[in-house]
């Protein structure tokens, strides 16, 4: 049985607080040299993925934007893509989600009447010291293609945002951070599941999908998977949710990502399941 392993990034492989993943290194390393695909699932853009892939040494698909895109390099393993695919660079790309300039030009209707302000209302140097990113990876960060990541001052507009954006085909999801305007037919499960399909498709026979996530948007990859990991939060602990066969990470951030990732294939690997 083959094994694929999809991982949220903030809050999970990378730190909350200095985005490190130095402690994740040595189950990083194992994947690695087990020729076991990690696919990223994150909120964050393409362009800074890429960066962190080249940091990791690693190059595998990736999911971006809470779903908004799937990205396969283009020579990956020989496999052949679907007709909806479209050949952007160096990359096999299947949109999910809605063009940022319909987003963004939705975000900037509800503005007149709601106490909001996202990515696309701040310059680099801002989004840096609210998230604690360097500028350059500010600046990567707000190269949008599928969302627009937001904050709200008062928490009680949200059941009135939730129900404006419904009538436009999007939703508002909750990360770690900000709050996430989405098309309404994305999500980290819908991707998930298209890139196991592709697997299928090229791979032949089934797999074991392994998931890891810390925050409310990573609830539907937690769901799509067969084993899924939570990983607490530095100081809020676990989110609040109950799943068939959930593993929970004894630590926060990398460290816990690393321990719990080991935990799971010392099992697998014992059990032959793999």
């Known amino acids: ?10 809050g999970s492989l990378l730190n909350h607080d ?3 993943f130095e402690g994740a290194r040595p189950s990083l390393d194992r994947l690695r040299e087990a020729r076991i695909p990690l696919i990223i699932v ?9 960066r962190l892939q080249d940091a990791m040494r690693i190059w595998e698909p990736f999911i971006v934007e809470d779903g908004g895109g799937i990205f396969f390099p283009g020579n990956y393993r020989c ?18 989600g809605v063009p940022y300039d319909r987003i963004r030009g939705v ?19 801002e989004v840096a010291w609210l998230t604690g990113l360097s500028t350059a990876e500010a600046r990567r960060a707000k190269v949008r293609e599928f969302s627009e990541p937001f904050l709200l001052e008062s928490v009680e507009d949200l059941p009135a945002l939730e129900g404006l954006v ?19 037919g994305q ?3 819908a991707a998930v599941r298209g890139v196991r399909d592709i697997y299928r498709r090229n791979d032949g026979g089934g797999h074991i999908a392994i998931g890891i996530g810390d925050s409310e948007n990573d609830l539907p990859l937690l769901q799509t998977v067969d ?25 926060s951030g990398c460290r816990g990502w690393n321990e719990a990732m080991r935990r799971i294939l010392d099992e697998l690997l014992q059990t032959d399941r793999i």
């Open 187 to 189: 999500d980290k499960g």
């Open 107 to 125: 975000f900037v209707t509800l503005k007149s009447r709601f106490k909001i302000t996202g990515y696309g209302d701040l310059s680099p140097e």
């Open 18 to 20: 200095d985005y490190s």
């Open 1 to 10: 049985m083959k094994i694929i392993v999809f991982t949220d990034l903030d």
């Open 42 to 50: 994150t909120s964050k853009t393409r362009s800074e993925v890429e």
């Open 227 to 251: 084993i899924p990991v939570l990983i607490p939060h530095a100081e809020r602990g676990f989110l609040d949710v109950s799943l068939p066969g959930l593993v929970k990470a004894r630590e």
């Open 79 to 96: 496999f052949s893509f679907p007709g909806e695919c479209r050949k952007d660079g160096d990359f096999f790309v299947l949109a999910l």
């Open 166 to 184: 419904k009538q436009e085909g999007m939703k508002i999801v909750r990360g770690g951070r900000f709050y996430h305007l989405i098309g309404a």
